[in-house]
């Protein structure tokens, strides 16, 4: 049997997977993995306020991020679209999926190696007895400026300190902001890389396995369920803005100017889910045995006809004015 229509991966093909070796299994599963890849996609576009705030970043800054997902896309799609038609096309869109998987848990990384945000302002009851308590507070972590009773007009200046070095303000860019900046950065160039081969491949790949009259059908339903990533993306986005980075109960609300939401847990779901996704991908077979009926056998040898007649016609053409020149020379 041709092991190149066989569901598996080297010698491991048993007969249990063999039950999967068609189109219509194939569109389910990558079908789920594409709407995970597309969610991700959109999802720093839900968060990169959030990312701004506490990071520190700059307007500048966050458009450079948002634009490195499609500079790793245009730097390789032409040489990965090139071998569509060349290569095992179903291990190559698991690839890119785990790619993006791997891109997503990159961009969360940076919440987890930060310093940590200062959250002495954060009353930790519900009831604050007396209200010099908690300005003096909100005076030690910086959020307020303690201002001497003597005001000198020369010096309009003034400093606010905090007591501690190893905390970090909302909104304040830091000597972590470069840093995180490169990890998500190169988190989105992985994503654009990932995301190059999946259009091209995935319609060589069904337009080569099915009938010419469902290639749109599959291609369809493909492109039906990943149009949901982007909502999906979003709505979770603002569900997850309602967390608090550190999953900490706080007694201020996401209306507050020091809110921070977790944006880092939509990388985290949305990244293993792509690639728990993706690895089922992998085991499809390199193409399908397509049974061609008699219409689309007439259809291939008409236009295969057509084509002989028309280069026929083309040739007796030259041939017939070439000779006119030569015996009838101006």
């Given at each position: 049997?041709?092991?190149?229509?066989?569901?598996?991966?080297?010698?491991?093909?048993?007969?249990?997977?063999?039950?999967?070796?068609?189109?219509?299994?194939?569109?389910?599963?990558?079908?789920?993995?594409?709407?995970?890849?597309?969610?991700?996609?959109?999802?720093?576009?839900?968060?990169?306020?959030?990312?701004?705030?506490?990071?520190?970043?700059?307007?500048?800054?966050?458009?450079?991020?948002?634009?490195?997902?499609?500079?790793?896309?245009?730097?390789?799609?032409l040489f990965v679209s090139y071998f569509a038609d060349k290569v095992h096309a179903p291990r190559v869109l698991?690839?890119?999926?785990?790619?993006?998987?791997?891109?997503?848990?990159?961009?969360?990384?940076?919440?987890?190696?930060?310093?940590?945000?200062?959250?002495?302002?954060?009353?930790?009851?519900?009831?604050?007895?007396?209200?010099?308590?908690?300005?003096?507070?909100?005076?030690?972590?910086?959020?307020?400026?303690?201002?001497?009773?003597?005001?000198?007009?020369?010096?309009?200046?003034?400093?606010?300190?905090?007591?501690?070095?190893?905390?970090?303000?909302?909104?304040?860019?830091?000597?972590?902001?470069?840093?995180?900046?490169?990890?998500?950065?190169?988190?989105?160039?992985?994503?654009?890389?990932?995301?190059?081969?999946?259009?091209?491949?995935?319609?060589?790949?069904?337009?080569?396995?099915?009938?010419?009259?469902?290639?749109?059908?599959?291609?369809?339903?493909?492109?039906?369920?990943?149009?949901?990533?982007?909502?999906?993306?979003?709505?979770?986005?603002?569900?997850?803005?309602?967390?608090?980075?550190?999953?900490?109960?706080?007694?201020?609300?996401?209306?507050?100017?020091?809110?921070?939401?977790?944006?880092?847990?939509?990388?985290?779901?949305?990244?293993?889910?792509?690639?728990?996704?993706?690895?089922?991908?992998?085991?499809?077979?390199?193409?399908?045995?397509?049974?061609?009926?008699?219409?689309?056998?007439?259809?291939?040898?008409?236009?295969?006809?057509?084509?002989?007649?028309?280069?026929?016609?083309?040739?007796?053409?030259?041939?017939?004015?070439?000779?006119?020149?030569?015996?009838?020379?101006?």
């Amino acid at each position: 049997m041709d092991t190149e229509i066989q569901c598996g991966i080297g010698r491991f093909k048993p007969n249990c997977l063999q039950c999967c070796a068609t189109m219509k299994i194939f569109t389910v599963f990558y079908s789920i993995s594409a709407l995970m890849t597309s969610t991700l996609s959109v999802y720093i576009a839900s968060q990169i306020t959030t990312i701004e705030k506490q990071f520190g970043f700059t307007s500048t800054q966050s458009g450079l991020l948002m634009s490195c997902n499609d500079i790793g896309y245009l730097a390789v799609t032409l040489f990965v679209s090139y071998f569509a038609d060349k290569v095992h096309a179903p291990r190559v869109l698991s690839f890119s999926t785990l790619l993006f998987g791997a891109a997503g848990i990159i961009c969360a990384i940076p919440y987890f190696v930060s310093p940590m945000i200062s959250k002495s302002f954060l009353p930790k009851t519900s009831n604050v007895s007396r209200s010099g308590d908690f300005l003096s507070k909100m005076m030690s972590s910086g959020q307020l400026c303690e201002v001497s009773s003597t005001f000198d007009q020369s010096n309009s200046n003034m400093s606010c300190s905090s007591k501690s070095d190893t905390h970090t303000s909302v909104g304040v860019a830091n000597d972590f902001t470069p840093v995180a900046m490169t990890i998500i950065a190169i988190g989105m160039i992985i994503q654009g890389i990932g995301k190059s081969p999946r259009q091209a491949f995935i319609t060589t790949y069904i337009d080569n396995n099915v009938k010419k009259t469902q290639t749109a059908v599959y291609v369809g339903s493909v492109m039906a369920v990943a149009i949901f990533g982007p909502a999906l993306g979003f709505g979770l986005g603002g569900l997850f803005s309602k967390i608090y980075v550190t999953l900490e109960d706080v007694n201020i609300s996401p209306r507050d100017p020091r809110w921070i939401g977790a944006w880092w847990i939509g990388f985290l779901t949305f990244g293993i889910g792509s690639i728990l996704t993706g690895l089922p991908v992998m085991f499809f077979p390199k193409r399908f045995h397509v049974k061609r009926n008699k219409v689309d056998t007439k259809v291939v040898k008409k236009k295969r006809k057509t084509r002989i007649i028309e280069g026929t016609k083309g040739t007796m053409m030259n041939c017939n004015s070439n000779l006119k020149e030569n015996l009838f020379p101006n």
